[in-house]
């Protein structure tokens, strides 16, 4: 099943900074939270809320919206007839919705009508549909894997996502790249590198500003990428569309595989401490990239992040070392109570797991930072 509907996409040099031993000073805390958070709350450098903005005004939903929850409804509650009614009226309204036609898909499917769940797959992928790791892995087309019309639709969408994953990493690459080096940094000299992911509605200085002296200190390259997708009515950017809920990370998940190879191609790396962190939706999409890329990470670092059980869950550890995760969160964080959940089924999936919770900190680092993510970095990197 597929929830959201597409969103229209929107389309490396670097900038290269050297950072003196003494000017390893400065931060910059702006930190936006993610509006699907429970919380909606600015938080101040030092991790105090700040007052957050009064929430939107109520609007009434669509007719189509309100169609969509009752397909969703009728979906839960596994009234297929009902679901297949709605969602025929919803592919009536917007043919061409790539979503509704997979979702109808779907339903077809467990109501054991194979010919018509092909019939809308073959819709979806002519349509566009893109969410090829979904196509693979729904259990909703279990039974469909070997229909010759799933399998054709399923070569339509491989060669859709290999043609946006090209355009992705051109767009990629006209993004600037915040690289900080050591000071006295050797070029022959193997380094650690740290990859930082910003948050919603942010920029890479904003992450690679709260990690430079850490960095500096364990002698380690800071890279900050900046994601492609501009946040509505913002001069920041976000990581995922949109459309991304069900595709977990895809995109940034393609991004942070070209930000590692060019940090390899640029650099002399020690591929034995390599580590990813992000703060908010940049936590997030970390927490998630991490287990689908062991053999880059060493140690992933998630901050102010997010979690929901079952959807977001991680797959099995792989692999004799896979990466060491330490969740950073504040006690006053909208999430809070996700973390701790998060680090459970993380370590009953195979990772070694830290967590912290801060005291006094809402959605932002901790006023000590400096000492905390040095913390962090000495467990994920224990080996």
């Known amino acids: ?26 931060v910059w805390a702006f930190m936006l ?17 700040s007052k957050a903005p009064p929430p939107p005004e109520p609007r009434e939903l669509t007719g189509a919206e309100r169609m969509e929850m009752d397909w969703l409804e009728a979906y839960h509650q596994r009234d297929f007839p009902r679901a297949i009614e ?25 109501n054991a009508e194979p010919d018509k769940a092909a019939q809308c797959l073959a819709r979806a992928a002519d349509n566009g549909f893109s969410l090829l790791k979904l196509l693979q892995t729904d259990p909703d087309l279990e039974s469909m894997r070997s229909h ?28 600037p790249m915040h690289v900080v ?21 942010s920029h890479p200085y904003t992450i690679a500003d709260q990690w430079v002296n850490v960095a500096a200190e364990m002698g380690a390259i800071l890279i900050a990428p900046q994601a492609v997708y501009r946040f509505p009515g913002s001069s920041g950017f976000t990581w995922m569309g949109a459309d991304t809920l069900d595709s977990l990370c895809d995109d940034a998940e393609h991004l942070v595989r070209l930000t590692f190879e060019f940090a390899v191609k640029e650099y002399n790396i020690d591929r034995e401490h390599v580590v990813l962190t992000g703060f908010s939706e940049g936590g997030f999409v970390s927490q998630g990239v991490g287990p689908r890329t062991p053999y880059i990470f060493t140690g992933v670092i998630p901050m102010g992040s997010t979690y929901i059980r079952g959807h ?36 009953a999936a195979g990772y070694e797991t830290g967590l912290r919770i801060y005291p006094d900190v809402a959605h932002s680092f901790p006023n000590n930072r400096d000492e905390e993510l040095r913390k962090a970095l000495e467990f994920v990197l224990q080996r």
């Open 33 to 49: 939270v993610a509006p699907s958070l429970p919380v909606s709350m600015l938080a101040s450098p030092t991790g105090s809320p």
């Open 86 to 110: 709605l969602g025929l009226r919803l592919n009536e309204l917007a043919p061409e919705n790539t979503s509704y036609a997979y979702n109808l898909a779907c339903t077809y499917s467990l």
């Open 148 to 175: 010759v019309g799933y399998q054709a639709a399923l070569a339509v969408v491989k060669e859709t996502r290999a043609a946006e994953l090209a355009d992705l990493g051109e767009r990629f690459e006209e993004q």
């Open 181 to 201: 080096l050591p000071p006295d940094h050797k070029e022959d000299q193997p380094a650690p590198l740290i990859v930082a992911l910003h948050g919603k509605a």
């Open 1 to 26: 099943m597929r929830l959201l509907k597409v969103c229209k996409r929107l389309r490396f040099s670097h900038v290269l900074i050297l950072i003196p031993a003494t000017a390893l000073v400065g």
């Open 312 to 347: 977001d869950a991680p797959p099995k550890a792989i692999g004799d070392r896979p990466p060491r995760f330490f969740f950073m969160t504040g006690e006053h964080d909208g999430t809070v109570d996700e973390i701790p959940v998060a680090a459970e089924d993380y370590k």
